[in-house]
């Protein structure tokens, strides 16, 4: 009994003056493995005389018990000890950018210009509203006062999807869905992607649109004149001007094109003794169509209060593509599809 008790005292502590868990591996084996002492003793303990076999059975035990639990709990310090020292040195700080730094990216050309336009029109009272792609032959085409006959109804023109589907060709379809939830007075613009059958320098298959449309009581052409003067100064710069002229749009009447004096030239026509290319030497710039709402248009959602002869209105369209290829210089509408870097991150 006083060599087990010995024998314990050696072990504990040994145990708690161990520095790593390899040390402690090792005194667990010294102690605890089969040919350790104690061991020896617990197997020896038939041997004894009958009267001895308990006391030190029960003794041995608790001594192997209480050496067990000794070394779990030193084997659990030293392993938070080593892993704070680890942790301690092998510290980065996360805040640092990569070797080499990864550049950051950026919207795109298109969705920067979008962005930009939305926030000012939102500046001017306009609400921003998004419509389907996937469009009705009645929204795209019925419910804008667009015949029957009329070119862009053509499969030439339109992609249809079955006989009464089509991939939206504007995004004016939400003229109509919109006054059909809510009564005047409206004021939205509609940005979103459009798709025509055509394709060169200057048109795509798919491209974006932002359509306007704005119905209240007594609204005039001076009023759409006044909002697009707005716009053009706000995109183009303070010295712009803008310029009506006659058009013809199925769901307006009147209808009106829309020119802003040229940004490039300064209106005069020419760079020096070079005319103008972006202008044409006219110091014009078209840059979209508009006009006041169409009357048959109000018919269609005449039980939300459209009464023509209590409410007028303007609507207006442009591509976004093309006011992004204006106001950059870009020559190639195509560029911004072809997924090139090197035009990208120009902007």
């Known amino acids: 009994m006083a060599d087990l008790q010995a024998l314990r005292e050696e072990a504990e502590s040994a145990i708690a003056s161990a520095g790593s868990a390899a040390e402690l591996e090792e005194l667990r084996v ?17 041997e004894l005389a ?46 640092l950018p990569g070797d080499p730094p ?3 990216g950026h919207l795109h050309i298109v969705s920067q210009t979008r962005r930009e336009m939305e926030d000012i029109f939102i500046g001017l009272g306009f609400n921003v509203v998004e419509g389907p792609e996937v469009e009705f032959d009645h929204y795209n085409f019925t419910t804008l006062n667009i015949p029957p006959n009329h070119p862009a109804r053509a499969l030439q023109d339109t992609f249809y999807l079955s006989p009464d589907v089509v991939l939206r060709t504007h995004t004016s379809p939400m003229q109509t869905r919109s ?10 613009v509609v940005p979103g992607r459009v798709y025509r059958r055509d394709s060169d320098a200057s048109h795509t298959p798919m491209f974006h649109q932002l359509e306007g449309l704005a119905v209240d009581e007594s609204i005039t052409l001076a009023d759409l004149r006044g909002v697009l003067l707005e716009f053009a100064r706000a995109m183009f710069g303070p010295e712009r001007e803008v310029r009506l002229r006659s058009g013809y749009f199925p769901f307006t009447e009147p209808s009106v094109e829309v020119d802003i004096s040229c940004f490039n030239c300064g209106g005069s026509g020419w760079i020096g003794s070079q005319r103008d290319s972006l202008c044409k030497g006219s110091g014009w710039i078209e840059i979209l169509g508009s006009g006041m709402v169409d009357p048959n ?5 005449s039980e939300m209060g459209y009464d023509p002869e209590k409410v007028s209105g303007f609507a207006f369209g442009m591509g976004i ?13 195509r560029l911004m599809f072809e997924n090139d870097l090197r035009f990208l991150e120009q902007f």
């Not at 089969?34 to 020896?44: D, I, M, S, V």
């Not at 006054?179 to 939205?188: D, F, G, Q, R, T």
């Not at 593509?321 to 509408?333: E, N, S, T």
């Open 30 to 46: 010294r102690y605890l493995g089969r040919k350790a002492e104690l061991t020896q003793t617990l197997r020896g303990i038939g």
């Open 50 to 95: 009958p009267e001895e076999r308990g006391p030190v059975g029960k003794a041995a035990n608790a001594v192997r018990v209480a050496l067990e639990a000794q070394l779990t709990q030193r084997t659990q310090e030293l392993e938070a000890s080593e892993l704070d020292s680890r942790l301690a040195a092998d510290r980065i700080d996360v805040t």
């Open 179 to 188: 006054m059909e939830v809510k009564a005047p007075p409206i004021y939205i």
């Open 297 to 301: 248009v109000y018919g269609f959602v």
């Open 102 to 104: 990864s550049p950051a």
């Open 321 to 333: 593509d093309r006011i992004a290829m204006l106001k950059y210089g870009i020559p190639d509408l």
